[in-house]
């Protein structure tokens, strides 16, 4: 599977966004007929989409969809417009549990049937704390479904459901019902050996404080950010990606264990190194190698 670093949406009903999207060192377009695109828009974004999948059979960015949620009528229509077009994934958005994740995979099928893809090719990451419910259930989808890529988390729409004036402190920090969505996705996507991908950042002309986010972000355990500007793209790819120093660092850990004969710890640099270092290491190289 491989590990996507930066993910752009770009509204699917704009054209000049579209033609430009592919110019960026995005790891996945996040083509999208949800938030970003008026309901009275929609029926002409599933168009546009469908068209600019099919303009890129063989792509080197991978190309997904956000589709509408499941609870509404929009989302079926969604997937019976793209999914000829053979996008490489769908974001679900505002799912209440695994059970949503399922029953997307089970849509996924029967059109990959009718349409003769490849059986499971089509990939899910829902963003699974956008609704309050949902997080009561994260742990659901460990094992909902062999398409989850990963799980991702969102902030904005939570807030409107929950009738928050803002998500942000004082000091301009998430308050704590985002800060354990947050926490809860990230411990979710482990539980479930998936991908964990942070939320945007909404202010998309401070790149300062974006570094910041996916530094934060890449300490926590995540491993790729959403973003909502071309200009984020790069900041979050080069936060993601593994520093020189890094992999040096991991492949000595590695080593010293290998030459220790199973040894539970090894000295390394004058400091104790046991196993949790050398999963941690490993991790990082694997990491590495699909970034």
């Given at each position: 599977?491989?590990?996507?670093?930066?993910?752009?949406?770009?509204?699917?009903?704009?054209?000049?966004?579209?033609?430009?999207?592919?110019?960026?060192?995005?790891?996945?377009?996040?083509?999208?007929?949800?938030?970003?695109?008026?309901?009275?828009?929609?029926?002409?974004?599933?168009?546009?989409?469908?068209?600019?999948?099919?303009?890129?059979?063989?792509r080197?960015?991978?190309?997904?969809?956000?589709?509408?949620?499941?609870?509404?009528?929009e989302a079926l229509a969604d997937l019976v417009a793209v999914m000829p077009a053979r996008p490489d994934g769908i974001?679900?958005?505002?799912?209440?549990?695994?059970?949503?994740?399922?029953?997307?995979?089970?849509?996924?099928?029967?059109?990959?049937?009718?349409?003769?893809?490849?059986?499971?090719?089509?990939?899910?990451?829902?963003?699974?704390?956008?609704?309050?419910?949902?997080?009561f259930d994260l742990q659901s989808y460990a094992g909902a479904s062999p398409r989850l890529q990963g799980l991702t988390w969102g902030a904005e729409d939570l807030a409107t459901a929950v009738g928050a004036s803002s998500n942000r402190d004082a000091l301009g920090e998430f308050t704590f019902t985002y800060k354990l969505a947050r926490s809860l996705c990230l411990l979710a996507s482990a539980h479930a050996q998936i991908q964990a991908i942070d939320t945007l950042s909404v202010d998309f002309k401070d790149m300062q404080a974006l570094a910041l986010d996916v530094q934060q972000a890449c300490r926590e355990g995540f491993s790729g950010k959403l973003a909502i500007h071309p200009d984020q793209v790069e900041v979050i790819n080069q936060g993601f990606t593994p520093s020189a120093h890094d992999i040096s660092h991991a492949q000595r850990i590695v080593d010293?264990?290998?030459?220790?004969?199973?040894?539970?710890?090894?000295?390394?640099?004058?400091?104790?190194?046991?196993?949790?270092?050398?999963?941690?290491?490993l991790r990082l190289l694997n990491l590495s190698r699909k970034s």
């Open positions: 599977m491989h590990m996507l670093r930066s993910l752009l949406f770009v509204p699917g009903d704009s054209e000049k966004k579209l033609a430009k999207s592919t110019s960026t060192v995005a790891d996945a377009l996040i083509l999208d007929l949800e938030d970003s695109v008026a309901p009275e828009r929609t029926a002409l974004a599933r168009v546009m989409v469908a068209e600019f999948l099919q303009a890129h059979p063989n080197t960015q991978q190309l997904w969809v956000r589709i509408n949620p499941l609870q509404t009528p974001m679900l958005p505002k799912p209440l549990n695994g059970l949503h994740a399922q029953q997307l995979d089970h849509y996924l099928s029967a059109i990959e049937t009718r349409e003769g893809l490849a059986l499971g090719s089509t990939r899910i990451i829902p963003v699974a704390t956008e609704v309050p419910g949902a997080l010293a264990f290998a030459q220790a004969h199973g040894a539970g710890a090894v000295q390394l640099d004058g400091k104790m190194v046991d196993k949790p270092h050398l999963t941690q290491a």
